[in-house]
């Protein structure tokens, strides 16, 4: 089985910084295109930042300048550094990732979410 585990959500107030994490465990023979997702109550799932195995990034233009995505390969890991925080970044952070198992099949799996809440 495959988890993906998310972790350094909470409440900070707006101008601040959270570091999320999410760590990629189980029978895993490759990882390609991991990624970060966010879904604001009332509002659709929406991408907020991806990266490829080999580093080349994409993040929405709500989060550019503010928000940094990275990886680690070694630890089957992604982060998302968040900074200048706004409270229209309040939402649950979900982690995406599209794995290859040792069958030879690809799949898409997510994380349970974080939440991460932006007040004064």
């Known amino acids: 089985q495959v988890q993906l585990v998310e972790s350094g959500g909470g409440l900070v107030q707006p101008g601040g910084s959270l570091r999320l994490s999410c760590a990629a465990s189980?029978?895993?023979?490759?990882?390609?295109?991991m990624g970060w997702y966010r879904q604001a109550p009332g509002k659709q799932r929406e991408l907020v930042a991806s990266?490829?195995?080999?580093?080349?990034?994409n993040h929405a233009d709500s989060v550019k300048g503010r928000f940094t995505i990275s990886r680690d390969n070694a630890k089957n890991t992604v982060y998302l550094q968040m900074n200048s925080l706004k409270p229209e970044d309040t939402a649950v952070y979900y982690c995406n990732a599209h794995i290859w198992l040792p069958s030879g099949n690809g799949m898409d799996f997510w994380g349970k979410g974080t939440l991460v809440t932006v007040s004064s």
């Open positions: 189980g029978s895993i023979f490759s990882i390609s295109a």
């Open positions: 990266i490829t195995k080999g580093g080349t990034t």
